[in-house]
């Protein structure tokens, strides 16, 4: 399982962050290593803890490291050069906050450090896309395509981040490929792979997603889903 290291300014929205993620993750939790703060209550980064962090949360999975604002970056980069492990480290492009939870979800998933770092960095890209989406018209429901399933969200706030989380989780033990489209925009289709793709769906509830998979676990991909869906992803009262 690839390590995290969070590197904030501030120890409070670097605990947050990774609070919020840990809420969206089922099972067990990467290592997660958080270095915020310059010491004795300065806001601010240290390339040395940056470093440590590492160390403590590195194996042969890979690291990936999330930064908030410009100095934190050069700090995260000069711990490169300090850092004892000999572990694949990345510095995500990600926004903080977006970047933590997916970067945090995917790991625990078991999704490898390329997947996870390229996940993280769409973040941006699939908010945009989910903001353009909420401007347009809706798209009328298109036919059922052979071999799909669909499935009507029944929780009041539809594909956000938890529900999305689950679905990943899901598909990380099956050896199968799944598409989910959002009925109301057809012409949307993204992976059950994907948290921020899930997510950029703007899915929400009393809609109908279609489920398309392939694959050997193809069936149980779906059922998975599907059970979860009608099940309003836990959140019904």
Do not use: C, W, Y
């Not at 999330?66 to 100095?71: E, H, P, T």
């Not at 960095?121 to 699939?126: K, Q």
């Not at 679905?167 to 959002?182: H, K, P, Q, R, S």
């Not at 992976?191 to 489920?211: D, F």
Request: proline share 5%; aromatic share 2%.
């Amino acid at each position: 399982m690839i390590g995290i290291v969070v590197v904030s300014h501030s120890p409070a929205l670097a605990d947050a962050a990774v609070a919020l993620a840990l809420e969206m993750v089922a099972g067990s939790p990467p290592p997660i290593a958080v270095a915020a703060g310059a010491g004795d209550g300065v806001v601010g980064t240290d390339a040395i803890a940056v470093a440590a962090a590492i160390d403590e949360v590195a194996s042969p999975d890979g690291v990936l490291v999330f930064m908030d604002l410009g100095s934190a970056v050069l700090s995260a980069s000069m711990a490169l050069e300090f850092m004892s492990t000999d572990a694949e480290v990345r510095l995500s492009d990600a926004p903080f906050v977006e970047g933590v939870v997916a970067g945090i979800v995917l790991a625990a998933a078991g999704a490898t450090l390329a997947d996870a770092a390229r996940e993280a960095s769409s973040a941006m890209t699939a908010k945009n896309a989910q903001l353009e989406s909420s401007a347009g018209p809706e798209a009328e429901a298109s036919a059922v395509s052979n071999g799909a399933v669909d499935v009507t969200l029944v929780n009041p706030l539809g594909l956000h981040a938890r529900p999305a989380s689950m679905i990943v989780a899901a598909m990380g033990g099956l050896d199968a490929v799944v598409n989910i489209t959002d009925t109301a925009a057809p012409d949307r289709t993204v992976s059950a792979a994907s948290l921020m793709g899930i997510m950029s769906l703007g899915a929400a509830g009393g809609h109908t997603v279609r489920l398309q998979a392939t694959g050997p676990d193809a069936a149980k991909a779906v059922e998975a889903i599907r059970t979860m869906a009608e099940d309003g992803f836990g959140e019904l009262a």
